[in-house]
């Protein structure tokens, strides 16, 4: 039994020139991997009628049986990508009545509420509940209906899922898209794969490629799909298997760990971040921050009953904040400069005395893309991290890359510094 394969139309010119980030195609590939499918192709064309089918046409020619079109932030893009799915499907466009009067109902509020156009806004309704004949018709969520469209029996082209492009409203009907018998009868014929996700840090992706390439050598790796990513200083490797290749996958897990113990630190989809608040167990954490500029607080703060754990962030950027807010010595500041190790244990000492906290952790450094020297280079970041009672952990390191990965990598590195601790 083969995956089935799927593709992913994203309409919308404000798409396709940025002006906003596609958020709808990555959930979507994501939950179509979970169920099974093969995501072999995602695409983004403007809200033209012969590029919207001009990639039907591409799916089509790639053996695709499973199409979601998404994208748009208003009703003419949904409408007009449901007509040309409708042409691509042969299928006729009608005036679906009951789906009218759900828009309409759906509209009724907002048009007492912000005195909108009325008869612009039935003509516009009219327009959505235009579909092709025979689709099944899904929500709607907001004023777009979601549809799922077959073409013809006996034809190859592939079935159709027309989807909404606002997130929150693709989202809240995806669960009765995948509900539909069309649906159902599609995943009744594929195989969702197994996978395992192996975390670590300071282990260089040229070390995974030599690790991978020795174990095929020795025991093969056969059908184990195996996608590296370097995220935020971290290394990510996830292997995807079929169920009858389990045991081949947990030898090369054990592989990783006889090679990189130290350096693996979740062999879940447990992040860092979540495993430090697990870890904390009812005790607290306070946080110091200059060069960061508060995005440690904003990772730890992610959680919903943050306030259980976390006590405060101090974002001191300048030696006068740092001096008074978490009491830093200004002699150290002028003898040792803001990016030093003595100026990192003040301030993550301030951070523990200022919020009366279990644990505390500190950033002072150079995020660039100006401010070095031949002594301190950018890229240059200070650490240190101290308990309540005494516990330490200090950690000078020039990280590489650009402004904002300096940032990112210095965020990750204090919160397994962090971590190294709460899990003592």
């Given at each position: 039994?083969?995956?089935?394969?799927?593709?992913?139309?994203?309409?919308?010119?404000?798409?396709?020139?940025?002006?906003?980030?596609?958020?709808?195609?990555?959930?979507?590939?994501?939950?179509?991997?979970?169920?099974?499918?093969?995501?072999?192709?995602?695409?983004?064309?403007?809200?033209?009628?012969?590029?919207?089918?001009?990639?039907?046409?591409?799916?089509?020619?790639?053996?695709?049986?499973?199409?979601?079109?998404?994208?748009?932030?208003?009703?003419?893009?949904?409408?007009?990508?449901?007509?040309?799915?409708?042409?691509?499907?042969?299928?006729?466009?009608?005036?679906?009545?009951?789906?009218?009067?759900?828009?309409?109902?759906?509209?009724?509020?907002?048009?007492?509420?912000?005195?909108?156009?009325?008869?612009?806004?039935?003509?516009?309704?009219?327009?959505?509940?235009?579909?092709?004949?025979?689709?099944?018709?899904?929500?709607?969520?907001?004023?777009?209906?979601?549809?799922?469209?077959?073409?013809?029996?006996?034809?190859?082209?592939?079935?159709?899922?027309?989807?909404?492009?606002?997130?929150?409203?693709?989202?809240?009907?995806?669960?009765?898209?995948?509900?539909?018998?069309?649906?159902?009868?599609?995943?009744?014929?594929?195989?969702?794969?197994?996978?395992?996700?192996?975390?670590?840090?300071?282990?260089?992706?040229?070390?995974?490629?030599?690790?991978?390439?020795?174990?095929?050598?020795?025991?093969?790796?056969?059908?184990?799909?195996?996608?590296?990513?370097?995220?935020?200083?971290?290394?990510?490797?996830?292997?995807?298997?079929?169920?009858?290749?389990?045991?081949?996958?947990?030898?090369?897990?054990?592989?990783?760990?006889?090679?990189?113990?130290?350096?693996?630190?979740?062999?879940?989809?447990?992040?860092?971040?979540?495993?430090?608040?697990?870890?904390?167990?009812?005790?607290?954490?306070?946080?110091?921050?200059?060069?960061?500029?508060?995005?440690?607080?904003?990772?730890?703060?992610?959680?919903?009953?943050?306030?259980?754990?976390?006590?405060?962030?101090?974002?001191?950027?300048?030696n006068a904040a740092k001096a008074r807010v978490l009491s830093v010595p200004e002699s150290e500041l002028e003898?040792?400069?803001?990016?030093?190790?003595?100026?990192?244990?003040?301030?993550?000492?301030?951070?523990?005395?200022?919020?009366?906290?279990?644990?505390?952790?500190?950033?002072?450094?150079?995020?660039?893309?100006?401010?070095?020297?031949?002594?301190?280079?950018?890229?240059?970041?200070?650490?240190?991290?101290?308990?309540?009672?005494?516990?330490?952990?200090?950690?000078?390191?020039?990280?590489?890359?650009?402004?904002?990965?300096?940032?990112?990598?210095?965020?990750?590195?204090?919160?397994?510094?962090?971590?190294?601790?709460?899990?003592?």
């Amino acid at each position: 039994m083969d995956q089935i394969r799927a593709g992913i139309v994203v309409t919308g010119t404000e798409v396709l020139t940025a002006r906003i980030v596609d958020r709808n195609g990555p959930w979507l590939s994501e939950r179509l991997r979970e169920l099974g499918f093969d995501v072999v192709h995602i695409t983004i064309c403007r809200d033209r009628p012969e590029d919207i089918r001009a990639q039907l046409e591409f799916m089509h020619s790639q053996g695709v049986e499973l199409v979601c079109t998404t994208g748009g932030l208003g009703p003419t893009a949904d409408d007009l990508t449901a007509t040309i799915v409708g042409e691509f499907c042969e299928r006729e466009m009608y005036l679906d009545e009951p789906t009218l009067e759900k828009i309409r109902e759906i509209i009724a509020n907002f048009t007492r509420r912000m005195n909108w156009d009325t008869e612009a806004l039935d003509a516009g309704s009219r327009k959505q509940a235009v579909v092709p004949r025979g689709a099944d018709i899904l929500g709607p969520a907001g004023t777009a209906p979601g549809l799922v469209v077959r073409p013809p029996e006996g034809s190859d082209k592939p079935i159709v899922f027309v989807l909404p492009g606002p997130p929150g409203e693709l989202q809240a009907i995806w669960n009765e898209a995948i509900e539909t018998e069309t649906f159902k009868a599609l995943q009744d014929r594929t195989v969702v794969f197994e996978e395992q996700m192996i975390r670590m840090i300071g282990v260089p992706e040229s070390d995974i490629a030599k690790t991978l390439r020795e174990f095929d050598e020795a025991e093969g790796l056969g059908d184990l799909e195996i996608t590296t990513c370097l995220r935020k200083g971290e290394m990510e490797i996830l292997v995807s298997h079929r169920p009858e290749d389990r045991a081949k996958r947990e030898s090369l897990i054990a592989a990783f760990n006889a090679q990189y113990s130290g350096a693996i630190f979740s062999q879940s989809a447990e992040t860092v971040d979540e495993q430090i608040v697990r870890l904390l167990d009812g005790r607290t954490i306070a946080l110091a921050e200059s060069c960061t500029g508060g995005l440690l607080a904003q990772r730890l703060t992610v959680p919903a009953g943050a306030s259980k754990y976390f006590q405060g962030s101090a974002v001191t950027y300048t030696n006068a904040a740092k001096a008074r807010v978490l009491s830093v010595p200004e002699s150290e500041l002028e003898e040792f400069g803001a990016v030093s190790p003595q100026v990192a244990k003040s301030m993550a000492e301030g951070a523990l005395d200022v919020f009366q906290a279990d644990f505390a952790v500190s950033i002072t450094g150079i995020a660039g893309p100006d401010g070095g020297s031949k002594e301190k280079p950018v890229g240059t970041v200070e650490f240190y991290a101290v308990t309540a009672d005494g516990r330490n952990r200090a950690l000078s390191l020039v990280l590489p890359g650009r402004r904002q990965d300096v940032q990112e990598r210095a965020a990750t590195v204090a919160l397994h510094l962090l971590r190294s601790l709460v899990s003592e």
